[in-house]
């Protein structure tokens, strides 16, 4: 059950990829690069009693730093997706399926960014996205291996069809 509402959360942070900022301002973050983090995201050395709480804070730290507007996109992305790593990730059951979403997520920012998708699009893209994450979970859980396999290779596929 924590894993679903872990999920949601993800969801939620996803399709709240999706505004648009101010042409021209701030560039977007390199996961790689970015080594400034805001107080109130917590970090993986703190204790985080409840990582839907924390993702969820983060989320809104994200949101609050990075509007959902055109040229921010991807820099809220990869905002949602650094606390992703800090908070989820860690202790995720599934991490495989974490970093696919994630995949997903700086892929159709991006487009948002570029204009090549509409906001509409993005949002039911990560849901498809999510329901298949959620499915996949769902047949590993229950150990039906041949269709985790099966609901797995077809999160690939989508995924893949984004980038």
Do not use: W
Not at 7 to 14: D, E, H, M, T
Not at 78 to 87: D, G, K, L, S
């Amino acid at each position: 059950m924590e894993r679903h509402v872990v999920f949601l959360l993800i969801g939620i942070a996803l399709s709240s990829c999706v505004v648009q900022p101010p042409l021209g301002q701030n560039v977007p973050p390199s996961a790689e690069t970015s080594t400034s983090q805001s107080a109130s995201v917590p970090t993986s050395a703190q204790q985080v009693p409840d990582n839907g709480v924390a993702l969820a804070a983060a989320r809104r730290e994200c949101a609050a730093q990075y509007p959902a507007v055109v040229g921010r996109f991807l820099a809220r992305a990869t905002c949602v997706n650094q606390a992703i790593n800090r908070i989820a990730l860690p202790t995720a059951a599934n991490p495989d399926l974490i970093q696919l979403q994630e995949n997903a997520r700086i892929a159709l920012s991006t487009k948002l960014d570029e204009r090549t998708i509409s906001q509409k699009a993005a949002e039911a893209a990560m849901a498809q996205i999510d329901a298949k994450v959620t499915s996949v979970e769902h047949y590993r859980a229950i150990s039906d291996q041949n269709s985790a396999a099966t609901e797995f290779g077809s999160l690939n596929d989508l995924v893949a069809s984004i980038n």
